[in-house]
C-alpha cells in the first residue's frame, strides 16, 4: 500500500457512502474489542469523531473510512489472503475504550 494514493481520490459525492459501523466485522477480524466505539482524531482537520461516524467506502479493493468534516482518508482497511493491512496514517490518535 502506497500512502500516497490515499490522496487520489477525492470524492465528494458520499451517496455510494456507508457509515463507520460498516467496519465493524472486518476490524473485528483484527481487534478483540469494538473498534466502531472508539474515537479517531483527523490528521487533516483534527475533527474527532466515534469511529462509526466516519464516511466508509468498500469493499473493494479495500476498506477506506473518511472524516466526515474534511474527507480526508482516516484510516484503510486492506485485507489478502494471508493478511490484513490497517493503515491509519490519517488519524493522529485513535482513542479505545476498554470495559473493566
Known sequence: MDPDDSD???RADTSEALDGNTL???L???FAVDLTA???RCAGCGRVD???QLVVYGPDPGWVARCPGCTAVVAR???TPDAAWLDLHGATSL???LTT
Do not use: F, H, K, Q
Open 38 to 40: 472508539a474515537t479517531s
Open 24 to 26: 465493524a466485522g472486518p
Open 8 to 10: 487520489i481520490d477525492t
Open 28 to 30: 473485528s477480524e483484527v
Open 77 to 79: 482497511l486492506v485485507r
Open 95 to 97: 482513542r479505545i475504550p
Open 50 to 52: 466515534a469511529v462509526a
